[in-house]
């Protein structure tokens, strides 16, 4: 378990400062513990299914993931002073196998009790996965250096992962898919895959890669890039399929990155297939195996 550091109270006040167990500290530390009245900064991070939400961020007049955090985290810290902000936004109905918030409160407890009863005020359908101390300076938004989403296309009806997938009952040409996938890498102007406007923020956008692997009966599709615009990875996807059904080339992917176009809104992708599956910061490998979210087995 992951040591925190707590102050030792002594005759003169503030002694010393010990690393102990959350769960045991008194025990092994062998006096009272105070837990630092200042406020500090943590590091969450969520996996959610995210069907059941208006996207991430808190609003007005719907349901999102943001929103029952931050009420599960003002029940556990008795308090609605903090702070809460996530690395990004995610639409409506998609999911987050990994989402990074940055946490601004007084912590009256350990962390692991902290992350416990937290989840027990949370929805089953999300989960704070860790809840860690970090700098100040840390910004689940701003720190963050590259995104990862991935994208789950089933080839078939499927009784368990129905939430998690876009069944497309066409044929679909996986080395197809791929070939126009590199397209997408390095800089473009990503208008033509997304509703955000041009005039109010740069639609510019750098693509480390695209990737497309099967498996099983599934086709995944990791977009991975400095950051994204609205919509942008569902008209990607929806592109992508379309090519694998033959009902493009796979050079109209350079076409739509060239000159504004309408038709990847036609072609946008459902929400229920799309996860944010991991934010990077400085340090983290990027390496990691491309792997269904929900397999569906072939």
């Given amino acids: 378990m992951r040591p925190i550091v707590v102050r030792a109270l002594g005759a003169s006040g503030i002694a010393s400062v010990a690393a102990c167990h959350a769960r045991s500290a008194e025990a092994e530390c062998g006096r009272p513990v105070r837990y630092d009245d200042a406020v500090a900064r943590f590091r969450l991070t969520l996996e959610y ?52 918030a940055h946490l601004e409160a007084h912590m009256p407890m350990p962390l692991v009790k902290f992350r ?20 100040h300076r840390f910004h689940a938004r701003h720190a963050a250096v590259g995104r990862s989403y991935l994208y789950q296309v089933a080839r078939r009806r499927t009784a368990f992962a129905k939430p998690y997938v876009w069944w497309v009952k066409e044929p679909l040409d996986a080395v197809l898919m791929a070939d126009a996938a590199q397209r997408f890498s390095g800089m473009h102007d990503f208008r033509s895959f997304s509703d955000d406007d041009p005039e109010d923020k740069s639609t510019a956008v750098l693509i480390e890669d695209v990737t497309v692997v099967e498996a099983g009966d599934l086709v995944l599709i990791r977009v991975a890039g400095s950051h994204f615009l609205w919509k942008m990875v569902r008209r990607m996807v929806g592109v992508l399929v379309e090519i694998g059904k033959g009902g493009l080339p796979v050079s109209q992917v350079d076409e739509f990155l060239r000159a504004p176009s309408g038709t990847p809104a036609t072609l946008t992708a459902p929400a229920s297939g799309l996860f944010l599956e991991h934010v990077f910061y400085e340090g983290d490998r990027r390496d990691l195996p491309l792997i269904p979210a929900v397999a569906v087995r072939g």
């Avoid at 416990?116 to 809840?131: E, F, G, H, K, Y």
């Fill in 49 to 100: 299914a995210g069907t059941r939400y208006s996207g991430w961020q808190k609003q007005k007049n719907a349901r999102t993931v943001q929103g029952d955090l931050e009420h599960a985290i003002a029940e556990t810290l008795e308090s609605d002073a903090f702070e809460c902000q996530g690395s990004g936004r995610t639409d409506a109905g998609v999911h987050a196998l990994m989402q990074v």
């Fill in 116 to 135: 416990r009863l937290v989840n027990d005020a949370l929805p089953p359908d999300i989960n704070l996965l860790s809840a860690t101390k970090a700098t």
